[in-house]
């Protein structure tokens, strides 16, 4: 809190703001008595984002007649459901449509972004490349286009994101998509314009280079074209053209918008704009015949860079088609080592891959990040969730290569620190190496983690046994912290015990598969007492609860921050079906899950763990969630209950994508302790005849399992292959309706209602099934 007193008494000086301290006085009493009231580099990004809207507002009521980009379009529309008033929005970005496209290659640091028109932004936070397209005096500019007038995908041979328009008989096409060459990274989008009618057209393409982003307006100072086909931007390498275009402009904020002047072929292409709303436009001017098809590249590097150190040669057009084939192979490769699901519904097969391509694309390699823009950092939350999901998927090389630098963020005392105050952060940290270990098997790596995971554990017990900030702290939980999204009051938040207490068991697992018997029985005695602690907290809290509802953090109403109670911990730690209260927080949150702002990714957690219990809201949850997603798959941070589109956070959230691939992968396959369930939740409508569903090269805690189902009129069979590590007790397979025989004559395979149960030596099994009602 000390950095806005510091604020506060700036303004005080400067600005003879003498009110707002009580403010800042009632808002330090919302909180308990914490070390940290407030994350640093959220005041920085506040502050940033308060003054960028301040600038916002005002650069847009004085240029109203711009060319913005869609969400900003949609936010001054009086008629759009994202419609915002001016003053209301006057120091705000982006609260409506935060919805984006993360593009970029394997391994990559930095990922450009695109918007649902096809806008293309390739460095966080700047400038951003539109297209345009005139004919016979009219401009289609996609910003303004309706939705029903716009169609979008994401691609797979490289991934990237299409984009088509139609426009007065032409055909607009964008794909954009990347590469590597000589280890930069470089976005390439290419527009092909088609001729659809049956006369000739004569239109013009237009790329420019616009002060603005998703996210918010952005400042362009200095901005020049250089007749070999490039932009420039503050002196950088921006936009290559390798076919050159007829002409390019440049206009600033007191000469007006570049595409006012589209005409203009003067040579006035470079420009210095002291405000900082620079703009630029090339044109090319094009004959098509009927049927006939243009195609011109733009390429983007993914990070600035010098023109001098800037080749041409790798981006001609023949060379951009081998790096795209190239990128297509290595990507192909990828996915293919991966795990594949097969399902009814082919839009959720085509979830799954883009998920995975999702989650591949924001590993960074040393670190994996939650999203392309304002979530490109390290989290061990959303880190926890994505390495998760990764393992799940076969990639235990990118999984181990993240997990070996997390020793490096470990503090001294054993705090994995990615910011002071989320306390959860050392727990999530164990659990992700912990399981990962488990999964694979991978007993080098966790013998090499162990001391990291030891000093976690003592840091664990250390900080939950603190008394010194505050005497109200229940005994023996965590201090006060932030909440997970930072949004609630610091609070002794359950959310954080309930992911130090699982780090704490996994720890000592982890100890007792390495045969560290002494380590094994310290931490399970630090375990059991800290689970002491922590029921005694919970039972008082639902014992007083109006609803017996646990709260979000002991003495606390039960209010919305309740939902961070439902995580892959606390089900581990407390399973539904043996917790009461764990059962009323599904019932209560799954009736509400998609009332008001909706966070996908929580709401994924609450379908996994409503499905463990055999919720029907479980499977209802499923295709609304479906919906939720964007064209290319991609979930907001938190989507705005009216547009359906974000409304802060992440436009493009990674842990969202990680969610639904472990959501879609525990409907047909998951772990029970020591038995492996196939095919626990389906559908009904899956289960008919002639379906099937299946997952292939897929890791389990017992080894490598294939796993295939067919239904038939009056029957199904199922064929397992499988490489075990450690086999299951046994297998249960769950059926569409009751059992009636088993038609293998092996007496090893047992039949109970729904279900059927057979050793880990089986490896296909038919049955007889009870005749299903129309």
């Avoid at 005002?58 to 529309?77: C, F, H, K, S, T």
């Avoid at 009086?78 to 593009?103: C, D, K, L, Q, Y």
């Avoid at 460095?123 to 539109?130: A, H, K, V």
């Avoid at 200095?222 to 070999?228: E, I, V």
Wanted: some cysteine; hydrophobic content about 40%.
């Amino acid at each position: 809190m000390m950095y806005l007193k510091h604020i506060l008494a700036f303004l005080r000086e400067h600005f003879n703001a003498d009110r707002g301290g009580e403010f800042l006085d009632a808002n330090s009493r919302l909180n308990r008595a914490s070390e940290v009231s407030v994350s640093p580099d959220r005041v920085a990004a506040d502050v940033e984002g308060y003054l960028r809207g301040l600038f916002q507002g005002r650069a847009l009521a004085l240029n109203g007649d711009w060319i913005w980009p869609w969400w900003i379009e949609q936010q001054r529309d009086p008629r759009s459901e994202a419609f915002v008033p001016v003053h209301a929005s006057a120091t705000s970005g982006n609260i409506t449509n935060r919805n984006w496209t993360a593009v970029g290659t394997l391994g990559g640091r930095r990922e450009a972004i695109v918007d649902p028109r096809g806008l293309v932004t390739p460095w966080p936070g700047q400038w951003s490349l539109d297209t345009f397209l005139e004919i016979n005096g009219e401009t289609l500019f996609p910003s303004r286009l309706h939705s029903h007038q716009v169609s979008q995908r994401a691609t797979t041979n490289p991934p990237g994101v299409q984009t088509e328009f139609a426009f007065h008989g032409l055909d607009l096409q964008i794909q954009a998509w990347a590469f590597r060459h000589e280890a930069n990274d470089y976005l390439v989008q290419t527009t092909r314009i088609t001729n659809s009618s049956d006369a000739p057209l004569s239109p013009a393409l237009i790329h420019s280079l616009r002060p603005a982003n998703p996210e918010g307006v952005c400042l362009v100072h200095n901005l020049a074209y250089n007749t070999r086909g490039f932009w420039n931007v503050e002196a950088q390498v921006a936009c290559y053209f390798p076919l050159r275009p007829d002409y390019s402009i440049a206009s600033n904020h007191e000469r007006g918008d570049a595409a006012f002047y589209l005409d203009d072929e003067t040579e006035d292409n470079a420009i210095h704009c002291p405000v900082g709303l620079a703009t630029g436009a090339s044109v090319w001017r094009l004959h098509l015949e009927p049927g006939a098809t243009e195609t011109v590249f733009a390429v983007l590097p993914l990070e600035p860079m010098n023109p001098r150190f800037f080749e041409f040669s790798p981006f001609t057009p023949d060379a951009l088609q081998r790096s795209r084939d190239k990128a297509t192979e290595e990507w192909q490769e990828k996915r293919d080592a991966g795990t594949t699901i097969q399902l009814p519904d082919p839009r959720l097969v085509e979830s799954f891959e883009a998920s995975k391509t999702a989650v591949l694309l924001l590993n960074d390699g040393h670190e994996i990040t939650t999203g392309p823009t304002s979530g490109h950092t390290q989290s061990f939350a959303n880190g926890e969730a994505m390495l998760q999901a990764l393992a799940i998927l076969n990639y235990p090389k990118e999984v181990r290569h993240n997990l070996e630098f997390y020793p490096l963020k470990q503090w001294k005392n054993g705090y994995f620190c990615a910011r002071k105050g989320e306390w959860a952060s050392t727990g999530q940290a164990i659990c992700a190496i912990a399981d990962y270990c488990r999964l694979h098997g991978d007993t080098p790596l966790l013998e090499q983690l162990l001391p990291a995971i030891k000093r976690g554990v003592v840091w664990i017990e250390k900080k939950r046994n603190e008394v010194s900030f505050s005497r109200r702290k229940p005994k023996g939980l965590l201090p006060a912290g932030f909440s997970p999204d930072h949004s609630h009051p610091n609070d002794f938040n359950y959310y954080d015990n309930f992911w130090s207490l699982r780090a704490v068991q996994a720890a000592a697992g982890a100890a007792d598969a390495l045969g560290l018997g002494p380590d094994a029985r310290l931490f399970q005695s630090i375990y059991d007492a800290y689970l002491r602690d922590l029921n005694e907290a919970i039972n008082r809290d639902v014992e007083f609860s109006p609803h017996h509802l646990l709260p979000a953090a002991p003495r606390r109403r039960p209010d919305a921050g309740m939902a961070w109670n439902v995580t892959d911990a606390s089900l581990e730690l407390f399973p539904p079906e043996e917790s009461p209260w764990m059962r009323r927080i599904l019932d209560s949150l799954g009736e509400s899950a998609l009332n008001g702002e909706v966070r996908p990714d929580t709401v994924m957690v609450l379908c996994r763990a409503l499905l463990s219990i055999r919720n029907p809201l479980g499977l209802k949850l499923l295709p609304q969630l479906q919906r939720l997603a964007s064209p290319t798959w991609c979930w907001p941070e938190v989507i705005h209950p009216r547009t359906r589109g974000g409304s802060r956070g992440e436009g493009h959230h990674g842990p969202a994508n990680a969610q639904w691939v472990l959501l879609l992968r525990n409907l047909i396959l998951r772990e029970n302790q020591d038995v492996l369930e196939v095919t626990p939740f389906l559908p009904p409508e899956w289960q008919k005849a002639d379906q099937h569903v299946g997952i292939s090269n897929a890791p389990t805690n017992f080894g490598m399992v294939t796993v295939r189902a067919d239904f038939h009129d009056n029957s199904a069979a199922l064929t397992l292959e499988a490489r075990w590590r450690v086999p299951p007790r046994e297998i249960h397979w769950h059926l569409p309706s009751k059992v009636l025989a088993a038609l293998e004559t092996d007496h090893s395979v047992r039949l109970n209602d729904r279900m059927v149960i057979f050793p880990a030596n089986i490896s296909r099994v038919s049955v007889e099934l009870e005749q299903q009602q129309a």
